[in-house]
C-alpha cells in the first residue's frame, strides 16, 4: 500500500497525553529542584527517564488494544463517532481482515452488493472475484450490478503481520458513460487511395470508367452503413469522415471492405486494391487529419492492399495479404535521384549503410549509392562489418580497385566521420535501429533511406528523403535504375556492375521470384556496364563445410498444417549459420506441396529466424509479430531467447493467425 494511505502508529490523543505528561513532568522537576537539595545533574536525567517510561506504558497499552483488533470489531477501532460516520456516508465502505474476510460494511456497501444475505463474513474474493486482490485493489474499475464505481483501499492498522484494511466505492457509473459518448462520437479521418489505378489505365483504358466507378460504388455503400461523410479528391483518392463508434465494427472484421474491393475485377481479370490510413488519436482534428495522412503514406511504402491504423501513437495493420503491384514507371526513380544528388551536393560527406548481417544486395546497393556520390565530388564512405565472412569476397573485391581502396571503414571510423553536414543514406532497410552500426545512424542529423521492403515503422523526422518501393525485386534494382538515369552504362566500372548484378541475383534466386519488367531493364543496363554472370556467380559457390552444415537443416524438417516447412538448429553453431539457414529455407520451398518455409538457429543469445514463400503466404506479416520484416517471400526476425523451441512455439502462433484470419 501507498505510505499516504498508511494511519500512524500513534493517535492524536496519544500524542497530546505523551505532550502533557512531558509538560508535567518539567513542572515536577522544577518543584523538586526548588524544595529539595538534589542536584540538577541527577534529578534531569530521572525526569527523562520518567517520561520514557510513561511513553512506552502509552505505547504498551496501544499494541495491546491492537492485538484484539479483529476481535473487537469496527467499532472498537473506529470508536463510536467514527463508526457513525462510515456507516451514514453515502458512499459503499467495507472492512477487511488481512485473511481478506469481510468484518464490517455500511449500509451503502450493503445496498451496491445487493446480496441477499449479510456479506460479514465473507471472504474478498467471494465478493469481488479472484481477478483483484485487496492489497492492489483500486487499479480497475468495479461492476456491481448496473453501476460502475472506482475503489480506493487503504491500510488502517498494521501490528505483527496483522492488519485492516478499508474499501472505499465510488460510484462513476455517469463519469463512465459521459466518457463512452464522447469517444464514441469522435470524429475519425480516413485516407483512401487505389493502388493500381495506373495498370488499369494502361491495359484496359476503355473500362478504366468502369473500373472507378465500381470502386467508387463500394466505398460510398461502405461508407453510408457507417454514417460516414466521404469526399473525392481526385480519380483515385478519397478522405472520409465517420465516428469512431462505427471504427468498432471495422476493427472487429478486420476491415472486410478490402477484400470486397479486391474482388473487382476489370478486363482480363486485373484485380483493383486500395489502400487505407485511418488515424483515432485524441487532440484536434487536424491532428487526427495529420495522423491519417502519415498512415496512408506508410500503407502504400509497404505495398498497399492494406490499412494501417494509428490510435495515440500505437499503430496496426491489416490487410497486405496480396504480393505489392508492380509499378512500371521509373518517373519516380528519376525525381528521387535527381532530389539525392541536390541533397548529396549540400553535404560535408556522404555515409552509406546496409543493414545487419549484411547480404549481396545491401552491399551492391552501398556500391551504386557510392558511384552516385562520387558523381557529385563529394567525400563518401560505406561503413561495413570487415571481419564479415559472407562479404568479404566483395569487399577485398572492391579494395583492389583505386576508387574504393579508401571508402570502407568500420563502427569507430565511420562514428568519428560524422558532422553536422553528413548526409547518411541507408539502402536495403529503411529503420537506423536496423542499420548495420545504429550508433552511426542515430548520430547522423540528415537521413536518406532507399528500400525495397515493406515499411515497418513511422519515418523518422531526421529522414528527408526516402525511396520506398515494395514492387522492385531488390534494392540493387532501384540502384541501378538511379544510375542508369544518371550516368552511362559506359562510365559504371564492371566491378560496381558485378555488385549490383549479384543483389539482384540473390534477391530473384537467378530471375525465378520478384521479376518485372524493370527488373530485366536494370539487369541489362549492368550487363552492358560489363556485368558478367559468370564472374558473379562465382560469389555465390558454396564451400564443402557450408554444405554439411546446411544438411543439419535438411534432416530435421516437419510439416506445419499441410503447407509450411520448419526447421530447427541448435547446439554448435557460429555466425556463418545466418546465411546458411537463409540457403536451407530456398532449398525447402521446392519441396512439393510447400507454400512457405522457415528456418531457425540459435547464434550467440539470438533465434535467427528466415522465411521463404513461394508467393502465397506472406511470410513478412508473419514474422512482423516476432518483431521482424522483410519483403512479401523473403523475410527474417532476430528474437533474443534462451531457447528455440519457445520461439517455434511463437513462430506457429503467428502462422495460425495469419492462416485463420
Not at 528519376?334 to 549484411?358: E, K, P
Not at 539487369?523 to 543439419?552: I, W
Amino acid at each position: 500500500m501507498n505510505d499516504r494511505n498508511h494511519v500512524p502508529f500513534m493517535s492524536r490523543r496519544e500524542m497530546v497525553l505523551c505532550i502533557a505528561l512531558a509538560c508535567l513532568n518539567i513542572v515536577l522537576c522544577g518543584i523538586f529542584a526548588y524544595a529539595t537539595d538534589i542536584h540538577y545533574v541527577i534529578l534531569i536525567p530521572a525526569v527523562i527517564a520518567l517520561f520514557l517510561l510513561e511513553v512506552s506504558m502509552v505505547s504498551a497499552a496501544r499494541a495491546r488494544r491492537q492485538e484484539h483488533v479483529p476481535e473487537l470489531g469496527i467499532y472498537a477501532l473506529l470508536e463510536e463517532n467514527g463508526s457513525i460516520l462510515f456507516k451514514n456516508t453515502e458512499q459503499p465502505i467495507a472492512a477487511f481482515g488481512d485473511d481478506g474476510v469481510m468484518l464490517w460494511c455500511n449500509d451503502a456497501m450493503l445496498s451496491a452488493l445487493r446480496h441477499s444475505e449479510n456479506p460479514v463474513g465473507k471472504r474478498f474474493s467471494d465478493i469481488f472475484g479472484d481477478a483483484v486482490s485487496i492489497e492492489s485493489f483500486g487499479d480497475d474499475y468495479v461492476y456491481l450490478g448496473d453501476r460502475t464505481y472506482s475503489a480506493e483501499s487503504f491500510v488502517v492498522n498494521s501490528v505483527e503481520q496483522k492488519a485492516l484494511y478499508m474499501l472505499k466505492l465510488t460510484d462513476v457509473t455517469e463519469l463512465c458513460e459521459a466518457e463512452k459518448r464522447y469517444n464514441d462520437d469522435k470524429v475519425c479521418v480516413a485516407y483512401i487511395a487505389i493502388d493500381n489505378i495506373e495498370d488499369v489505365l494502361q491495359y484496359v483504358h476503355e473500362k478504366f470508367r468502369e473500373a472507378v466507378a465500381k470502386v467508387d460504388e463500394k466505398l460510398r455503400a461502405w461508407a453510408d452503413s457507417m454514417n460516414a461523410s466521404i469526399k473525392s479528391y481526385d480519380n483515385d483518392k478519397y478522405i472520409m469522415f465517420f465516428d469512431s463508434v462505427s471504427l468498432e465494427a471495422c476493427l472487429d472484421n478486420r476491415f472486410a471492405i478490402l477484400d470486397e474491393i479486391r474482388d473487382t475485377r476489370v478486363g482480363d481479370g486485373v484485380s483493383v486494391t486500395v489502400s487505407m490510413g485511418v488515424c483515432r488519436s485524441d487532440g484536434t482534428l487536424r491532428k487526427r487529419e495529420i495522423g491519417a495522412r502519415d498512415a496512408i503514406d506508410l500503407a502504400l511504402q509497404r505495398g498497399g492492399d492494406q490499412v494501417v491504423y494509428i490510435n495515440n501513437g500505437a499503430t496496426e495493420y491489416y490487410g497486405g495479404r496480396t504480393k505489392s503491384v508492380y509499378k512500371r514507371s521509373n518517373v519516380r526513380s528519376r525525381t528521387f535521384t535527381n532530389q539525392l544528388l541536390a541533397l548529396m551536393a549540400r553535404s560535408d560527406n556522404v555515409i552509406i549503410m546496409g543493414h545487419r548481417y549484411g547480404d549481396f544486395d545491401s552491399f551492391g546497393a552501398c556500391i551504386g549509392v557510392a558511384r552516385i556520390a562520387m558523381l557529385c565530388g563529394v567525400k563518401v564512405n560505406i561503413a561495413i562489418d570487415l571481419r564479415d565472412k559472407n562479404l568479404d569476397p566483395c569487399i577485398k573485391l572492391m579494395q583492389s580497385t583505386e576508387e574504393y581502396s579508401q571508402v570502407f571503414v568500420d563502427s569507430a571510423d565511420g562514428l568519428d566521420l560524422v558532422g553536422q553536414d553528413t548526409l547518411m543514406v541507408l539502402v536495403d532497410h529503411s529503420s537506423p535501429s536496423r542499420a548495420q552500426f545504429a550508433d552511426i545512424a542515430n548520430k547522423a542529423r540528415t537521413l536518406a533511406i532507399i528500400d525495397h521492403h515493406r515499411k515497418n515503422d513511422a519515418i523518422s523526422d531526421k529522414v528527408k528523403l526516402y525511396y520506398i518501393d515494395p514492387s522492385a525485386s531488390s534494392a540493387c534494382e532501384l540502384v541501378a535504375e538511379m544510375l542508369e538515369s544518371a550516368i552511362s552504362s559506359q562510365t559504371l566500372l564492371k566491378y560496381e556492375a558485378d555488385m549490383l548484378l549479384s543483389g539482384i541475383l540473390l534477391d530473384t534466386k537467378q530471375f525465378t521470384r520478384n521479376t518485372g519488367t524493370r527488373t530485366f531493364g536494370a539487369a541489362q543496363y549492368l550487363r552492358g556496364a560489363g556485368a558478367n554472370p559468370t564472374d558473379v556467380y562465382t560469389l555465390f559457390k558454396t564451400p564443402t563445410e557450408d554444405l554439411r552444415k546446411e544438411s543439419r537443416f535438411h534432416t530435421a524438417i516437419t510439416i506445419y498444417r499441410g503447407n509450411i516447412a520448419l526447421s530447427c538448429c541448435d547446439g554448435d553453431t557460429d555466425e556463418t549459420y545466418r546465411v546458411i539457414a537463409s540457403k536451407a529455407a530456398d532449398k525447402m520451398l521446392t519441396l512439393r506441396g510447400i507454400d512457405a518455409a522457415f528456418t531457425l538457429v540459435k547464434i550467440g543469445e539470438q533465434i535467427h529466424i528466415s522465411g521463404r514463400s513461394n508467393g502465397t503466404v506472406n511470410v513478412q506479416l508473419i514474422l512482423e509479430k516476432l518483431h521482424g520484416g522483410g519483403h512479401y517471400d523473403v523475410a527474417g526476425a532476430q528474437v533474443v531467447s534462451e531457447s528455440v523451441m519457445s520461439v517455434l512455439d511463437d513462430l506457429k502462433a503467428s502462422i495460425d493467425d495469419y492462416l485463420d484470419v
